[in-house]
Nanobody, 119 residues
Framework: QVQLVESGGGLVQPGGSLRLSCAAS????????MGWYRQAPGTQREWVAG???????NYADSVKGRFTISRDNVKNTMYLQMNSLKPEDTAVYYC?????????????WGQGTQVTVSS
């Protein structure tokens, strides 16, 4: 089975930084694209950032200039460096990947990691 496991969430003060990690494991042929989503209380899940296999990145307007997405293709791991955090960044952050698993092309989700920005 494919597993995506997030880590690195926690409590941080406004203006602080966190780095999230997402490790993919299982019988993965290749990962075409990965991304981060988040869901705050009382809201729908929101796309945050994405990275393609070639390294091209895109960001939601709300996080541009503050967040940086990256990936290590050897380790099948994706990262989200979050700087200048704001209270409105508080949410559960989810890892997502479009990948080849065995002979199938599938969309996979992690279970989420909590990020809380508060003084």
């Amino acid at each position: 089975q494919v597993q995506l496991v997030e880590s690195g969430g926690g409590l941080v003060q406004p203006g602080g930084s966190l780095r999230l990690s997402c490790a993919a494991s299982g019988s993965i042929n290749s990962i075409h694209a990965m991304g981060w989503y988040r869901q705050a209380p009382g809201t729908q899940r929101e796309w945050v950032a994405g990275i393609r296999s070639g390294g091209d990145t895109n960001y939601a307007d709300s996080v541009k200039g503050r967040f940086t997405i990256s990936r290590d293709n050897v380790k099948n791991t994706m990262y989200l460096q979050m700087n200048s955090l704001k209270p409105e960044d508080t949410a559960v952050y989810y890892c997502h990947a479009d990948l080849w698993y065995s002979s199938d092309y599938v969309s996979s989700w992690g279970q989420g990691t909590q990020v809380t920005v508060s003084s």
